[in-house]
Structures are given as structure tokens and as C-alpha cells.
């Protein structure tokens, strides 16, 4: 079953053989979800380059237009200790499904006593309103997280199937999972589900909902960094007066932790039997993808000072660290980074999802380009993202593809990790992708609101205002978050696919689309939330087509294994899918 | 105390000395004159050698201790061949250097310090002498061209090399350029300028600046492999892959052992994706840099490109084990100084 929702343009059928059988669905499901996207108050681009001035900028910060209170507060009060850098997680997620990506954010704590002692510790939840505003939600929602300890990371997903996303919240504390009640509000469903199993003062900084065994369940994967807890906090400091956040060298390293859904809101902690638990790290961000194209999702961990980790899924409910073998443990020197955030897409559109991680100034950020599955090249000096990233310390991360080129470019939420350096505070940076070889800074183009500086921490990718083009949330220490809102200055074409599984989980994590546009240009792009550090995107697959307007085929194969193919669809629009099988006359199964 | 003293002097006066004075060899003469000053200090007047020491070494080394180097030196000497005591024979070692270095005897200083050097690899002691001796005897042989050739070249390349290790790099460009005037073909010279141009904090000029004075100083000394090595560099940085292969190669041709520039090469075939060809030229850098573990990481995926994956998980593990052995020696491996120091 595949239903449209243009985000302008006529309504079309996307494929012509249900068109009649599900004409009647289409419409009812159009007419709930047009109003959402008449979003006259949001900025709209003239759509003739001749009448653009060279100046616009291509990102708006409209956070300001709304009242919430939510500040990303670290509980920084003179000690510096050792977690305070990461704070501020951000998920955008649709989570009354009324057809416009909503925004939630995680919050630090007060020290030494790790307790969410005043508002201004607490988490928020904004519902888009669809004019470009926000309303704060948090308190009707039940996600302030009052009783919880310092949070994280959040990671968005529909664990359960009932078609609402739902809510992990990785702590410093216990770790939480809210079931959306599809009523507006949340319920704290962790007590016995098994995520409650955690060791001791674990500082959790990671999530990413996946089906590793492809059951039609999401599972789930934590990202640890260490143990700590504010009586073994170290301190240090330059002649003995000026505190510095101490090396995590001096911390153990830890398991990141997978936990297999049973079902009926039940997890099974599998670390050790999956694997998993051999491989201690300091982890920060998760990658979930297919990186060896056998339909198993695979996990990718970046690793502050100590090797990344790439768990390849062997299919048996079990995984094989293979960073090493497979050349994105270290860079290309042999060295260990800081790395920070990750994401995992196909940046040359050749059909392989490569890698990428950031992590601090004088280090460069790390490109791997995968080489048919076998292994990866280190390409951050080829592609010039090495001398571009030199300059900054990154955080959340991922490829987005901001001008609907049709070629994922590269941006990075930066700040350095600490106060003392005059760079300290960094603006963030766009690196535009040159037809999958190269990459050029392109960050002043964004506009001032993007060249803000400050120590930028989280970030999500999100279309706000379903115009298919894509906009970024990006959270600060000690700052409201900045909405920038992308401005769509050129008439390129897209599509956004909002997938639903049935065999396969709804959200169609994991799900892989290959798209032939009209002039037969092969692009690729799969269903995750999981991009960047501490953060969860919108779960819609995004696809710039540059100035094509017609496409031919997209052919998804969802986790479960279908194949389902839509033919000659129609651009600039966000085409629900339904998974079902296609058959094709004459292929074997 | 004398250590003491002189480690003062070198530390404490040396720096302010040089900044204030400009030059280094005007540096070096004040500084000369203040160590000189220390160790001559130990035979101030006064002070009388004991007489009812109950060997010859034992007196060599009151004398020594004393001041009394000339008549210390001879005893020192003869008791050499024949210690058995290890650390009676090292204290002597140590005193015929200090002897050596007041009484201004190079040959003398120079061969005990060989010695102690190759019987006490590892003692601080002797390091630290041997690296404050080695100052002197510079010290010593910058005071011997000031004088006699004030005006040379030479004396300008002093000079301006001493500029460079003090980040004074308009006044070491202004003496290097100084010697190009009245010798315009003096080898290693362009060189130098190229390296100051990249020392410095980089313009958008800076690889091209540098550029031109790495390839006139080929022009001047073709066999110069350092000059063919940066150029590579600065083509491998640029990712002008096939100009940094040509540099590289040069470079290998001209100097056999030039591990660096074997390693270059083969990280550019490597980035072309000439996986059969890189092999070579990183096996050679991993024999002549068989610590280095970046070589080792670049030979392991070069020989896991080419299928041969026996040999490239033998060259992981050789990387593995060499970047362990480094990271234990550097105290903190690729961690910033400031990360390094201790939790409290």
C-alpha cells in the first residue's frame, strides 16, 4: 500500500497499478495532512534564482519566534567535572503524528548530586505547530524527566509497532524508556523491561533503535563512555589552579550494550552472548547500516582516544568486531582520534554506505569511503575534509544533502571541548560535497545564524516544515537550541519518504532505497534515526534530485526482505509507503 | 653546585642574553664567559689539594673537586684503564670531562665522553654531563669563528640557524638572504628559506612561496633528497598525487635510507589506488623504520589491497605492537600536553 503527501504540487498517484484500489485511502490520508505544511508564516523562498539577492542566506534560526524555556544547562558551577562537555541531545520525531516533526531535547543536571534540582534541568518536548512556531509540551507530555538523573543522548523509534515513536533517554543514571501513549503523553515504561539492567554508575551517552535480527522488532544499541561517578571524579588542572576536563585516558574503557526486544515492551540484555561485551570502548556515536550489503544492519562506534569499533552482524544473533580488518579503527597514520559523532551514508552515490566521525582541532575528522563492502580507504586527505576539519572541534555530525544536489554533504556541530583556547567557541560548518570527490567550506554561505559561535553539541536533520528541504537543530552548552530553518534557495527537486513496515518494524529502520531519477542517476539512501552524538533525526529518507524532475524508479528493500519498487513517481513531495511486496513478472523470489 | 650553577646560568641567562643582544654569537660569547665563570669558580684561590688521599684516584678526584685540574687530570687518566669499580670508574669519567672543559682540552673531553657514553648508556649522570659538554664544546667552537671569521658565511649560517630555533624568523631570513648575496649558489640555503616559510603560520601564499625555494635549491644542488622529499609533501598535502609520486621517487633515488620519503611514496601510489606498486616502497620504509608504526599500518593495508592478507595481519599486529611500544614512551601517546598531566 503506498500513499502521497505532497508537500506542493498536485496530488499524484505514485504507482499506477493501486492507483484506483487505493485512491479513496490516498485522498482521506491527503486531506488529513495538507493543512500541516500551509506554513505561511515560515519563510518561502522565491523559487526563481533571478530574484534572489547573492546574499540570502541558505539557514534561518526561527528558535526565537517560540517560548520554551529550555536552555541546555551542563550544571557547569566551578568544578569542571568530567562528563559536563556532553550535554544536550536533541530527536526530532513526529510523536502525535499529525504530519509535522516535533522536537525533544535532554538536559544536564545539578553536581556533584546528579539531580535534576530545578527547572532548568529539565528535558522539553516542543510540538511544531506548523507556522513556524513551537509550543513547550513537556509537562503534558510527562517528559521532563524531574526524577531522572543527567541525560544524555535520546534516540527515537517505535520499539512496540502501535505507530507512535517512543523515548530512550541515555543517563548518567538509570536509563529510561517512554512509551508513547498516542494521546499526547509518555509513560515510563522502564521498570522490568530489561532496560533497566545497567552497571553501575555506567555514563550512557549513545542509543540507536535498529533490527538486528530482522524480527519486525526494534532492537536497541547503547553507547558507554565510562564509569564514573562525581566521588571518583579526577580533578585536573595546570598548576594546580586552572581546571581542564581530564583525558578520558584515565577512565576505563566500557561495553556498549544491545538489547534484543522480546516483544510486549520486553529487552533481553545480550551484550556478552551478541559479542558486544568483548569490546570495550569509550563510545560516543552510533552508525547503524548494511555495510557489507548481506541485509544484516551492522554497527559502527566511534571511540574517543581508543580505536572505533565495527561490529559486522554474522546473522546468528551474534557480531564480529572487525574495525581493524576492515580499516576505520584508525586514521590513516595508524593513530587513535577523539572521535565524537558519526554517521554512516553513501556520500559518492555508488551504492556502498561509507563512514564518517568527527572529533577535536588539530585532529581531522575521518572519511572512509567503503570499497564494495570489503573495506574501507581513509579519505579525508583526498576529499579534503582532513584540511577543511582541522580547525574544529566536532560533535553531533551527519551527511544532508542541503541543497538538493543529490549529494550528501557534511555538516558538523562544533566547539572545543573546554574554555581555554581563544577558538574555544566555534561556529559550526557545512561541507559541500563536489559530485562525490571533493568537499569545499561552505559554512559562511549558510548565513550568520549558522556562524554563530558557541560550544555546539547536539544536532538533528529534520525537514520542519515538510518543504523538502532539509533543516538542522543544534543545541549549545549554556544556550537555547537554534532552529535554522533552511531557506531552500534554489529549485532543485526531492522526495521524502515516510516509511511504514509491517513485515518489518514500522518505522522501516534499516529499510534501503536505491532511487533511478528520469536520466537513469542512481542515488541511495536508508531509513536511521541514529546520526550524529547524543541525537535522533527524522526517520523520513531524504533524497535531493538537483534540477531532475522526474523518477523513474525507487526500489526499497525493507528489512524484512521485501522488495517493493514504485515507478515513475513524482518529485517535490513526501510519498507515504506502505511496505508490500512488488512482483515482478519473470524474477524468481 | 657547579651543576647547579651551570645549569642556572644556561637556563636562566642564555635566553635573555640572546634576546637581548640579538645575535647568537654575540649569545654565545656572553654565555661562554658566565659557564666559564662557574666552572673556574671551583678553582678559586684559596683552596689547597689534600695530600693523604689513600690512592691516586682518589686524589685525582679530590684535586679535581677542588680545582686543582691540572694536576687532577694526569692522575685521572692513568686510573682509567685499570678501575674495576664500575661507579669509581664512571666519577672519574665525569671528572676528567669537567677537568677537561676548564682546561679547555677537547680531545680529552671528547674521548671520555665517548667512553662514558658507551659504558653508561643509561645513567643520568652522564647524560646530563655529557649534554651540558657538548654545549661547551659548541659554545667553545661558535667563540673560535666569531673570532677568526666574523664575517663569513659560515658565521652568517650560525647565526641565522640559531635565529630559526628561536622562531626569529625575519632576522633568520635577513641572514640567509644575506649569504645568497655573496653567495648565490651556496648549497642548503634555499632550503633553509623554504623551511622558515613553512615554520611560520600559513597565508595562502606560503606552499607556493616554499615551493620556489625548494626548487631553487634544486637548482643549486640537484642531489639535495630533503628538498625533493618537500616538495612531495607539499604535492602529497595538495593532493597532486602524481607530483608528489615524482618528488618522492627523487627523493629515494638520492638518499637509499630516506625512510620518510619511502613512506610518502607509498601513501601516494596507496591514495591512487595503486595498491601493487605502494608495496615496495613501504616494505623498504618498514625496514629502515622497523619502530615506526604508521609504516607498518600503511604496509598492512597495502598488502590487505593487494589480497597477500597473511602478511597484512602480520604487519597489523607489528603496527599494533609498535604503536603500544610508542604510545608507553611518549607518556600519553596522541594526547595534547595539556591532557597529559597528572589527575589530582
Redesign the interface.
Known sequence: MTKQMPGKGPLRPAVPEIRLSYLALVFAVVSCSLMPFALANLPRPPRSAGELPETRPWFTDIAQRSTFPYVTSNGLAGRKYFPLPMCGGVAAFDYNNDGKVDLFFTNGAHLPDLKKTSPSFHNCLLENRGDGTFTDVTAKAGLSGSDLEYSFGVAAGDYDNDGYEDLFICSAGRNTLYHNNGDGTFSDVTAGSGLDQKPANLLSVGAAWFDYDNDGLLDLVVSNYTIWTPVTD?????N?KEE?Y??P??YPAVATRLYHNLGHGRFEDVTEHSGLGAAPSKGMGISIADFNSDGLMDIFLSDD?LPNLLFINQGNGTFKEEA??R?VA?D??????SGMGSDAKDYDNDGWVDLVYNDLM?QLFGLYRNDRGQ?FDYVS??T?IG?LSRPYSGWSLGFVDYDNDGWKDLFSANGDIDD?QPNSRQHDTMFRNLGGK?FSDVSEQMGPDFMTLGYHRGSAFVDLNNDGFIDLVVTALGEKPRFLLNNAINQNHWILLDLSGHKSNHDGIGAKITLTTASGRHLYNHATTSVGFMSSSDRRVHFGLGTENGIDSIEILWPSGTIQRLEHVHPDQILRVEERATVFPGRSK | MRQALTRACLVAFAPRLCAKDGTMIRSLVLLFSCCSVVVASAQAPGKTPTTDSPSAVDRGLQLARSGHCQQALPLLKKAVPVATDKSLKMKTGLAIVRCGLVLQQMDTVVNALLWLNRDFPTEPEVLYVTTHAFSDLATNVAMQLARTARGSYQAHELNAETLETQGKWDEATAEYNQILKSNPDLPGIHYRLGRIILSQPATPNTVEDARKEFRAELQIDPNNAGAEYVLGELARQQQEWDEAILHFERATQLDASFADAFLGLGYSLKALGRYAEAVGPLESAVKLQPENPTAHYQLSIAYGKTGQKEEAKREMELFQRTSEKASEQTNGGNLPAKERASPQ
Open positions: 579526577k580533578r585536573c588542572a595546570m594546580s581542564f581530564c583525558s585516558t584515565i582516544t581493524v580488518a580499516g584508525y590513516d597514520t595508524g593513530a587513535t582520534v588539530s573495506s586527505t583526498q579534503r584540511t581555554l571533493v
